[in-house]
């Protein structure tokens, strides 16, 4: 293509709101064979609400949200900002945190009046030696609805399981929808539980998912998909979580609305947080060169 070609896209993509970082992600787009997309966030809005407090082991739901919440205000995950937004609307009060920690893929911990309070999935309560026995089936009902469920514990025993959702974006089923239409093959990646990820996946219309992969996985699962179709992977995201996956792909595209992180690790950049603009980024790329080359 011509640099004038290049110039000419750009420039419709930005009236699109769409930004490109380089004239090469206009060309590698028109190729791609395969979109990653990432869930929260990307496909959902990240705007998750409290849907469940379970509490166990002689605790009051009231006293799980507090003890939940106060271990999360440590955190920026969507999670997080869930139970904040509940603990703030019952306006309870939070003791102060100790010794927060975060664990990639797993969840948080920190000490809270002496006493080490944990909050996330089954597979950390496991590594952790905890016995989910008791909540499993719960969490488990809960996670086949599409919901995010965590346990909570304090020290050694399980004080009950909360759970959050997140709504579709607006226009993420046309836009998969319309990939599809394009012949692109659509691929969920996602931290977040299996029975979760599939609810979604089936919402949308994805192709597959790729469930409790750790951030770290994220990039691994790019490199086998450029090793099954060639360098014509592209991934959306929007996390922190993300960064290094989108920047492994052939074309990273950024939701402007999420992390600077993973903005300055793509080379398209989706103002807002809409999805549209990755089926309008496709189609100008395949206009752009079929009109010069
Ligand atoms: P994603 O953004 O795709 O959900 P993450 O790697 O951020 O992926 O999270 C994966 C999983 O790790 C979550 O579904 C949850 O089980 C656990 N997790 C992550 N952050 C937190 C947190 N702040 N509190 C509790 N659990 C968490
Ligand atoms: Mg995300």
């Known amino acids: 293509a011509t640099p004038t070609a290049l110039m000419v896209g750009a420039g419709r993509g930005a009236e699109l709101g769409i930004l490109y970082r380089s004239g090469e992600a206009i060309q590698t787009f028109k190729d791609i064979r395969v979109v990653v997309f990432d869930k929260t966030g990307t496909l959902t809005r990240g705007q998750p609400v409290v849907t469940d407090l379970v509490p166990a082991g002689g605790v009051s739901a009231d006293e799980l949200l507090v003890l939940a919440t106060a271990v999360e205000v440590g955190s920026e995950h969507p999670i997080a900002q869930a139970l904040r937004d509940r603990a703030g609307e019952a306006h309870l009060a939070l003791p102060p945190l100790e010794a ?124 086998e998909l450029q090793a099954e179709v060639g360098p014509w992977v592209a991934m959306v995201g929007d996390g922190i979580n993300d960064a290094p996956a989108l920047k492994q792909a052939n074309v990273g595209i950024a939701i402007g609305a999420g992390a600077d992180v993973a903005v300055e690790a793509a080379d398209v950049i989706l103002i807002g947080d809409r999805l549209g603009g990755v089926v309008q980024a496709a189609h100008l790329s395949r206009l752009t060169f079929r009109k010069i080359v």
């Not at 990639?104 to 026995?133: F, P, S, Y």
């Not at 399980?158 to 709504?167: K, M, R």
């Open 100 to 223: 927060f920690e975060a664990l990639n893929g797993r969840g948080v911990q920190a000490r809270l009046e002496g006493a080490l309070v944990r909050v996330g999935n089954g597979r950390w309560m496991a590594e952790c030696g905890l016995d989910t026995n008791e909540l499993a089936g719960a969490l488990a009902g809960m996670e086949e609805q599409g919901k995010t469920a965590l346990y909570v514990a304090r020290e050694h025993r399980l004080i009950g399981v909360v759970a959050i959702a997140d709504t579709l974006k607006a226009d993420a089923r046309e836009a998969v929808a319309a990939l599809k239409t394009m012949g692109i093959r659509t691929v969920m990646l996602t931290g977040d539980n299996e029975r979760a990820a599939r609810h979604v996946a089936a919402q949308v219309g994805i192709d597959s998912v790729y469930a409790q992969v750790l951030p770290e996985g994220k990039i691994d699962k790019v490199r």
